[in-house]
């Protein structure tokens, strides 16, 4: 089984990241190619980097459909494209949000999403009101760091998060932590241990689903709203 | 008062309809300035479509923002990119699909939409979603007639539609037609007068409605969600 | 273009500060009557005194209709009698919550509302839930004052609506913020310049979004619910 | 235990109709006094008539709370004033349509209305939405007949209800009907037995659950939205 | 007219209690009888508790339903099993959570719900959100005591109960509080009194509502859902 | 990886069949161990059925956890006990239902659930108004057959299931279908094929989903409301 995960932005070191991260979560016989968004932003923060973000995922989508892909993951917690990845590809898609709060709502009753920036929370908000999942979401939360700083081993990021899932607990009283950036994907384990509640991270969520869909012959819908593109 | 108004797909005479219908509706002291999306799609019928189109139409945005618009519509009914240009506007930006369906929320209890192909139902049906009004959206129904139909006097689109229209009165008891479809604008006039309902156009609704915003003094919020992108 | 604004309680000085902003927004070639609930309570503060102010709101109206008015705002943040007034109405009615909430939602994806007594909190959730915005509402808060005290120049009101303004920008992660009742109208741009982020008063955007609907040529349906009420 | 049963319209026939459904419904030991909205309009078919009919609903439940009455029924299916007659009331106020709905929802998985005129019908849904409701009603559904038809012998209004509720089983797989008209009180028992499912009357609904109410010590909250009225 | 109070756990003192508050809620016609779920749990507190307890609760309900019981109170804030009930059971059947929040909704704007353990608050969130009154709940919150504690004279659980509601009214502004545990049933008039808030208990409220709809001829809808168990 | 996967009712031919399909799904190194609901009723047609079942169900749960089980699956429609497992399970629970309408989420925009009684609509209704994806649902569909039909190679069930299938493309516009029966695991492929849409079966997909999740590490969080049962 060939599964995509793209990284829709364009740094490197995170696809790197990313990558390994489902690679680690994937089934052992299943091919991991990762992409990274040539030409995109560095970084997705917020509704104009994720627009200019799309034309080049939707480019690693296709050669990867062309060359005979069995799904596909996007690894960006704003789930950039997804509609339009989907019609597109033959096999099933996954953005990581969607793939990460859907767990989790299959572990416990309730999760909080803790994010990096601000700008990123009514984003998030609007995705989980879309998947239809609000009333479990008791918040989406900022630990207020830059995407990028999660590059930086020397900045703190590691530990904001991990503070900020403490207050999770404490404050909104969630059952479950859902991290709410593909940067964060190598910290996993790490904040589990530190917080001792479930830490789900939706690049390896994501990664197994799209084995779980493709593995039961599931395909993306090609009835009406995912057909492919008309010709003009 | 400057607005701008963008048809985000690449046909010319899309443009010019809308824009005439644009200044049709806009008081004697406004300058509407029409923009086509060059490189877009010639029309937008689904998610890749629309993908596809926003970073052209951010541009056309970026152009207006830095000649100092007042204030923007994006002439499309599945509202592309407005988070984004928000982003990188000052003064407000409107998508007609929620310009349409919140004026027709002020006219009557219920409403239907009637947009062109079925692939765009549950699109539409997802941004009224998200828009908070599904209560009051009795049916989004589809013409079945492609975008580019629009623009071909032989065709019987129009027919198509008023034919759709009066279904929807007859099957789903609603009060008050939105027209799903930058390219419909021309019809309002003709369609009211054909189905004795009020038939409400996105693209006239759209530009008056930035008026009365840029009127009022107000502009984006730049806290939070809409702030300008961030630099990397 | 003939806009009636009514006052729906018996202030006459509210009526004027209310007037008056309505004036400073409207366009040039718009003509705005003002208008007393005669009789009606000084203010309405809940249930109770909105339905008193309601008989006297509707012979407002019908006056107005039957001097051939063009549309209608109603300023009291209840939005009192609005399906009753469109029965009777020709043209657009807006309530200013209605109004103020639809046009924060544009500018913003979150929005406060700050209003004058705790009981009308409830009042406004239930109104905002029924326009659908209840997802984008972060709060209806209160500043503890009552109506008329906004009529007391030497009352601490207006520093009381920007103090909960500030709490609220702080606490509740707003983008924007609603002023909740009419008789705040003449504060909206000190309130802007005091909290930097974009303040919405109800009665300048009802009105202007009452010359939009006019400016496009809609009116309130007659199919249905708004149709004119029934002869005995 | 005294109750007042108010029939917010001023036609006396339909007054009498309703206090023997709710006299027949009530515990022995409970008087049930009645009340006409004298002054209002002869019906209430949509909100300019519910508007009307208010100032005369709320003098009649002063004058009973004056006398100390123990709780209120009001008796029409648009629920006309509820809010403002509990800021008066010390006791429990109910409408019917409240009462009819909530108890179908204790009955049944779903039920369907069935009220008199389609101009009601968007009325109804928006209670329901209110109510929280919505979710276990079917449909909303009209019988195309004026109220006061049903104060008529000769007309065959209530063969065109009993109509109306077999097509509800039929197509919308309802589990229970309620009546959606004070004016249908009477023909409960006939429509349960001409159709076999639980038909559900509002004003005798509402009887009883002022009772329970009343029987367990709860009265209106005096806490904040249902306070008495502010003194001006 | 005869009622079936069930406490679904096995704990024979809490049975007492609940019979008593179902016997002085009660009309004076009324005959009350008790049952306990013999073999069940000793408490219910969380899903494994309440699906063991359900097979001991229908044994008692098809004894009751034999010997022509009239209509059934389920006295466990869960509502355990109620779906079940309803199927054999020809009168109406009520749980007590059912029951006290929607009385709660019919008293006030909005509630909160004090329960006992941390782990009941998700399953009582789910619950309300079922019933459809999400949008009136304030909250629900923990008086973090295990249920039996309820049952100790020297606990100090009724302190908590009563410091928990008053947390309630300062930090939820709620108008009225819903008791989250039929072991709290006794302490409603003392609660009441020392909180100065309508302070509802679903045990008494539920005994008063089945007489309500017994009262009206109303019983469980046999279409569909609730109809008798297929033999097999 | 060990799954567990329980039939909760007592026919041990759906269970062969079940486990059949769950095996065909899984992984290769994945072990599957079937269980069947000793003493549970012959099929879960409605609630009674439904809550008799549970503790036989538990009681497989429990031995496999003892046992060291990874994961769990409940191969019934209806999602029963799924909160009482996942408190006594450390791995990972899912119900079929939950699992196939969040997968058919992933593919499509919309889908219809076809199901075997018209008694178990409500019920899955219920459900996934629960899971937050009524948005979603087209519609649930009975093809009128008795659970224990699809057992019978002589019955025309599967003919019914195809013929319910196609009434659902051509009138609810679905582009996925949900089978609303564990019973039905068998005839996916053939359904596929004669229908050409997505056909989702709950077994396969709740296997495939399980893994996933153990896959990635995830257990069942532990915190608050799927915290082991209580001692007494």
Request: charged letters at 20%.
């Amino acid at each position: 089984m060939n599964i995509l995960v793209v990284n829709p932005n364009s740094t490197e070191s995170m696809t790197r990241k990313i990558v390994d991260s489902a690679r680690q979560a994937a089934s052992a016989d299943v091919t991991i190619t990762g992409a990274t968004g040539t030409g995109a932003p560095a970084s997705i923060e917020g509704h104009y980097d994720e627009s200019m973000a799309v034309p080049a995922l939707l480019a690693c989508v296709q050669r990867a459909e062309d060359a005979g892909v069995d799904g596909i993951v996007v690894a960006c917690f704003d789930d950039p494209g997804i509609g339009a990845c989907r019609e597109i590809a033959t096999g099933p898609v996954l953005g990581i949000c969607e793939a990460a709060v859907k767990a989790a709502s299959m572990l416990a009753t309730s999760f909080t999403v803790v994010t990096t920036l601000p700008r990123s929370v009514p984003v998030i908000e609007h995705l989980i009101h879309g998947y239809g999942l609000s009333h479990q979401c008791r918040k989406v939360r900022s630990a207020a760091i830059p995407v990028l700083a999660l590059e930086e081993p020397e900045s703190n990021a590691r530990e904001k998060v991990r503070d900020e899932i403490l207050r999770a607990i404490e404050e909104d009283h969630c059952e479950a932590v859902v991290l709410g950036c593909a940067g964060m994907a190598d910290l996993t384990a790490w904040l589990s241990e530190e917080t001792g509640i479930p830490v789900i991270d939706g690049v390896s969520v994501a990664t197994r689903m799209i084995e779980a869909l493709v593995g039961c012959g599931l395909k993306t819908s090609k009835i009406n709203a995912y057909s492919r593109p008309n010709q003009k």
